[in-house]
Every structure is written in C-alpha cells, then in structure tokens.
C-alpha cells in the first residue's frame, strides 16, 4: 500500500507532542538533580572525606568502604533516594559511626574520595580528628534545658568531656535545682553522631549536620584580640585611612551641622 503523505497539520500535532513529551522528561530529569543536589549538601559522608564538590567528582561509587564498615553504618545510595547515586553516607539516628581506632573504611578507597592523611596524626591513624560534621542541639526541645536531669549525649560522646561538655546553672524556677545544659565543642567535634543516636527524646533534639551547613563564618576582619595565635594575622596587616570633608570637624560640630541643614 502507498503511503499517504502527512498533512501540514499532523505533522504540527507530532511535533508539539514530541516536543511536550521532551519537554517533560527534561523537567522530571532536572528535578531529580536538583533534588539530588539540595540532598548532597546535608549528607554526612564516611570518615576522610573530601570536600563535597570533589567528593563527588572523585568517588566511583565501587562500595569498598561500605563493605569495610563493622558496624554497617555506612550506606550506598540508591534509585529513589533523592541522593547521588552510588554514593556512601550515614544516619547516625540509625546506624552512627562507631570511631574505629583502625577506620577501615578509609585506607580501602581507592581514588583519595577518603583521604587518609585527613585522618593521620604522626604517621597513624586517627579517628579523633575526623571530620564528618558537626553536633547541633535544639535547646528549645532538648530536656537538659528544661531542667530534667539528662546526659545521654555527653556520656554517649567517645570523646567524653571534650567534643561536649556540661555547662551547669541555677534552675530559677525551682531555686533548689541546676541545669545540666550540653555544649558542643566545634572545634573538637567529629560529627560521629553516636550523641544523636543517645538522644531519649522522641526525635533527636541534638543532630549532626555538615560543617557547612551547621556554623556560621565571623570572616577574616575579626580578630580575636585574647588569642595569640589568631593575632599574628595582624603582623602584615597593612591599613588605609579615608578622609572626607566631614572628617575634617570634630563629631559635635558635623552633629550640629546636619541638624541645622534639617532646619
């Protein structure tokens, strides 16, 4: 049979359906992306790990590290996770990392996506230094705040009275009892999260978040004037003076001034 040929009209139906079926699935493939993505930026990532960016460019997605792990606390991503595929990450209110002095998940890497000089001090080994997050405690919810006697975070924390410490106060309300409010130490925080596993409220009233996403950044112009080591930065601190027509008077006479311009 000869094959009629398409109408100026059909051919414009097809194309607009192409084009919206295309149309669709770039949407639908995008938005998985971006899901992904806004994911990445709140994964906590195994011990050693690179900075996310990189992490992602340099991980292969073989699954060593998550068949090393004992404990079965690392995971790979999968199809419907809304996270990079292929990639490892934990949840410390499931499965924390349980500090192995060994980290065997690190030296298995295969490409530096776990960098194990990251966690070497002196030529060994070193979980303490690990830097997988940071604890953030919801104090509004968190009943050490309420004044009821809890310190399962502290006494979860493997680096006990370090990584968090107990900050005691007069509870005012009663006038006979102190609160016993945890602290997150940053600097010494390993994001292990085993603290978030402790908590015995119903949802965890302190988590673990990326150092990123967790604390703010005070910037290079301040100076910790009590701290010397911080203080060498002003060594080669160069400055620069403005000067203006305003400058020139003293601040009572530019005050009076602009007050007489407003009358």
């Known amino acids: 049979m000869k094959k009629q040929p398409l109408s100026d009209r059909r051919k414009f139906i097809l194309n607009m359906a192409r084009g919206v079926g295309l149309a669709s699935l770039g949407g639908f493939v995008w938005s998985a992306y971006v899901d992904e993505v806004t994911a990445s930026t709140l994964l906590l990532r195994p011990p050693g790990a690179i900075k996310e960016d990189d992490f992602l460019k340099t991980c292969i997605k073989c699954g060593l590290c998550v068949l090393a792990c004992p404990f079965d606390t690392l995971l790979l991503a ?9 990639t490892p990450y934990f949840v410390p ?73 107990i900050e005691y106060s ?16 940053n600097d010494i925080c390993t994001g292990c999260g085993l603290c978030e596993k402790a908590c015995v409220t119903e949802k965890a009233a302190i988590f673990v978040l990326p150092r990123e996403v ?42 009076n001034n602009d007050m007489k311009d407003l009358y």
């Not at 009590?226 to 020139?248: F, G, P, V």
Request: charged share 25%; with cysteine; proline share 6%.
């Open 78 to 86: 999968k199809p419907g996770d809304n996270k990079p595929l292929g």
């Open 93 to 165: 209110r499931e499965i924390p990392c349980y500090m192995c002095p060994e980290i065997p998940c690190v030296p298995v890497c295969p490409t530096g996506a776990l960098d194990e000089s990251s966690v070497t001090t002196n030529g060994k080994l070193d979980i303490n230094i690990a830097d997988m997050g940071v604890a953030v405690i919801d104090s509004q919810n968190c009943i050490a705040f309420w004044g009821i006697q809890c310190d399962a975070c502290y006494r979860a924390c493997p680096l006990l009275g370090e990584a968090i410490t």
């Open 170 to 185: 007069k509870n005012e309300r009663t006038g006979k009892h102190a609160f016993m409010k945890p602290v997150i130490q």
């Open 214 to 255: 967790a604390l703010g950044k005070a910037g290079d112009y301040y100076i910790k004037g009590w701290d010397k080591s911080d203080e060498k930065r002003l060594e080669n601190a160069t400055s620069q003076t403005t000067t203006t027509d305003i400058s020139k008077e003293s601040a009572v006479d530019s005050l």
